[in-house]
């Protein structure tokens, strides 16, 4: 039998595990711990579907709505649905990830259609919630479904129509199976061993899936606990052993197997039960996924980006900016879901007015400075972080990425008219900015 004969069978398990994963975790529940309002997850989720637009007209935006669709219904869900306890509320939302996956997987492989949307798309519900309303199970919500999603869409290019998708849900939902089962003690060596001993000899074996796409997610669990690990103590050489690690591990994974390693090794990296800061570096390594996507998009793979240029100076200054600045000062209580949502809408603005005013060297060199804070706020160097940052970058990341086509098109403007955008956009952040001022800032 040829791996593609093997894909209904696969998707089968893969769903088995993922739905008796989710019926595990709300088994005999009381009641949910985290819960925010409904009417503030629907502005989230209504927030979010207007940078989805942006997407091109035509079988791409309805990938690109279709992907918002199933994240705001993994955002219902991971909310709404009770769960047995607070940890059973992140392996949900770890499972939950990989709904949009299991829904689109009937489209993939259409030769008109950019999965990249899609799973862009489906981020923003979470994150603009997760920002809004900062709680542990909105940010693993958020990236998880980037870290699912980004890995679906890579290896979707590598292999067979749905053998891919169907191998993320598979490792994603093998990973939270053995974290919820393996003993805590030692569990930063076991759950890595015991996650190659499941997938390993199916995925190179059976499936002939690439490679990369068998060890990565080894390297990620390992390197999920070896952050654990390190982020134990407050010391300065703990935090700089974790950005170590962070940005060591990626590189590796990006040296040796390419996009289709960091991928899958991100994917089982957010499964295996990282919290808090290290939520930040997984968003690291999914904004770094989504640099290489927007090379790929532009011109830029093939002439270079030059970050000594002003412009390119000037975006990696903002993207650096766009998530320090919001995430140092909270948004407090404000009155109202909108003003909560103020400063994550500042700074999407300001990220799509750098690419559409500066150019799309700008909008990539931003998205490099985001790689930048991210990994620094996770190792614990910089300002504290929590949940809200996790929200904030992936929002941004998202934005920037379905904003591409849109970027192109306002730069092609004659220069009054792009420093009239311009313009507005600064006003506009700068309002947006002043009206989520709160008082609980100033103790912040």
């Known amino acids: 039998m040829t791996p593609v004969d093997w894909l209904p069978w696969l998707r089968i398990l893969a769903l088995t595990l993922v739905a008796s994963g989710l019926v595990k975790v709300w088994r005999g529940a009381a009641g949910g711990g985290e819960r925010p309002p409904v009417r503030m997850l629907l502005t989230a989720a209504g927030l979010g579907l207007l940078p989805a637009m942006l997407a091109p007209f035509g079988p791409k935006l309805f990938f690109a709505v279709g992907g918002w669709a199933s994240g705001a219904l993994a955002l219902g869900l991971v909310m709404l649905l009770p769960v047995a306890s607070a940890r059973g509320g992140l392996h949900a939302a770890a499972l939950l990830s990989t709904l949009p996956v299991a829904v689109l997987a009937p489209w993939a492989g259409r030769p008109d259609i950019e999965s990249g949307y899609a799973f862009a798309a489906a981020v923003l519900p979470a994150a603009s919630a997760a920002a809004m309303v900062p709680t542990a199970v909105l940010a693993r919500l958020a990236i998880g479904l980037a870290a699912t999603g980004a890995a679906a869409h890579v290896l979707g290019r590598f292999t067979a129509d749905g053998l891919g998708w169907a191998w993320v849900m598979l490792t994603v939902a093998a990973a939270v199976w053995l974290d919820d089962r393996l003993p805590a003690r030692g569990a930063a060596i076991s759950r890595p061993v015991a996650l190659a001993a499941l997938t390993a000899p199916v995925g190179l074996w059976l499936l002939e899936m690439p490679p990369a796409a068998c060890w990565a997610p080894v390297v990620g669990t390992l390197s999920a606990g070896a952050l654990g690990l390190a982020g134990e103590g407050q010391a300065a050489a703990l935090r700089v052993a974790r950005l170590v690690v962070a940005g060591g591990v990626m590189l590796l994974l990006v040296r040796l197997g390419g996009a289709a390693a960091l991928a899958t090794g991100l994917a089982a990296m957010v499964a295996t039960g990282i919290e808090g800061a290290s939520l930040l570096v997984a968003g690291a390594w999914w ?27 000037a975006g990696l200054l903002a993207g650096m900016a766009a998530l320090a600045i919001p995430g140092a000062g909270g948004i407090g209580e404000a009155p109202s879901d909108i003003r909560r949502l103020m400063r994550p809408v500042a700074a999407w603005l300001a990220i799509v007015a750098v690419g559409s005013v500066l150019g799309l060297e700008a909008a990539g060199a931003a998205l490099m400075g985001l790689v930048a804070m991210a990994l620094l706020l996770g190792s614990g160097i910089g300002a504290p972080s929590g949940p809200r940052d996790v929200g904030l970058l992936t929002g941004l990341v998202a934005v920037a990425t379905l904003a591409g086509p849109a970027m192109v098109t306002l730069g092609g403007l004659e220069r009054p008219w792009r420093l009239a955008l311009a313009s507005v956009a600064i006003v506009l952040a700068a309002w947006s900015w002043h009206q ?8 912040v």
């Open 436 to 443: 989520a001022a709160e008082p609980a800032d100033a103790a």
């Open 287 to 313: 904004t770094r996924l989504m640099v290489q996507e927007h090379l790929d998009r532009s011109w830029l793979g093939r002439e270079g980006v030059d970050l000594t240029h002003p412009y390119a100076l």
